[in-house]
């Protein structure tokens, strides 16, 4: 039959009885052969969703979002000196029209850029959590806005500052899939004016409880599953289960904790020296008295990390605040 004719009546309706024909007869097989049917059943397909990420994949991100949960809260913890708990809570692909509309209007939406990740993603903070960090740097106890509104220029350019710090630790947490190298593009009010994908787009949501003073809210990150499957992050090849039979490295596993240690905030003590005192003499101290210890008034003194000696320090000045010079570590 020649190809560019078109197709009469009775030829379509040869073809759809025969698709009836196969439909009750169930899967047709070539004679003495076990393989595959020669008539193939039909398989639903959303094209919505065309764009999916692999198990192996879903499970690298979600160790991944763990582990910026924890150094996110310890890096925002010691930027604004107070306690702060961030959790993971799940990793769900969406389509990024279904993002826009899962978050508040207005937002926090910084957009950023990845490299080597193409095109960009969105950290989304509450508005609740953002006008927290702004009270905070501004000297007060962490209150908010009474109601909705979008951040005005100032407050954006002290959200940045935890913004930044939060990129940073996203890129520590990455580091097992792929060197980021996140940069801050711009602070917006609604995920709609990131406009970073199409609304039908496939995107990868993770998303965070946030916990700070009385406030309990949320965050989250977006980026475009396409950007992550053409990175091959999380991706598993035949090197890699090699890789994976092998002991591990104790060099590289050394480096790895040094480099999830290295936020973690740790107390550092200045003794200025010790007296022995009987107990009836403590009770009996009053204003003025004198306390002699048993280090000489131009001697070193002791800086201990946690309760562990380890280094012989000087007393100076730096500005306004007192400080030590470090001579050398205790022998």
Known sequence: ????????????????????????????????????PLVHEARVHDFARSETLSASSVQA?????????????????????????????SLD?????????????????????????????????????????????????????????PLTEIEKALVEGAISRMLSEL?????????LEPALVEILDSAEAADIARPTDAAAVASFEVKVGDITSTASICLPVISLKLARVGARGPEDAQHRDQPPDPASTRAGLVRALEHVPITCTVRLGTA???????????????????????????????????????PTS????????????VS
């Open 171 to 179: 890129a520590a947490s990455w580091r097992d899939l792929v060197h």
């Open 318 to 329: 730096s500005g306004r605040q007192l400080a030590v010079r470090l001579r050398g570590a």
């Open 61 to 89: 991100l979600q160790s991944a979002y763990t582990a910026f949960a924890r150094g996110s809260a310890a890096a925002l913890s010691s930027y604004l000196h107070v306690p702060l708990e961030t959790s993971f809570l």
């Open 276 to 314: 022995l005192v009987p107990a009836a003499e403590l009770a009996a101290l009053e204003r003025g008295d004198v306390i002699c210890l048993d280090n000489h008034a131009r001697g070193d003194l002791l800086m201990l990390v946690g309760d562990v000696p380890k280094f012989r320090c000087h």
């Open 1 to 36: 039959m020649n190809s560019e004719a078109p197709v009469t009546e009775e030829e379509l309706a040869s073809l759809l009885a025969s698709l009836s024909a196969a439909q009750r007869e169930g899967p047709r097989r070539a004679p003495g052969h076990q393989g595959k």
């Open 93 to 149: 692909q969406l389509t990024y029209d279904q993002f826009v509309r899962s978050v508040p209007d207005p937002t926090v939406a910084a957009v950023f850029r990845a490299d080597p990740l193409a095109g960009s993603g969105i950290l989304e903070l509450n508005p609740a959590v953002a006008f927290w960090i702004v009270d905070r740097l501004l000297g007060g106890s962490g209150a908010i806005a009474d109601g909705p509104r």
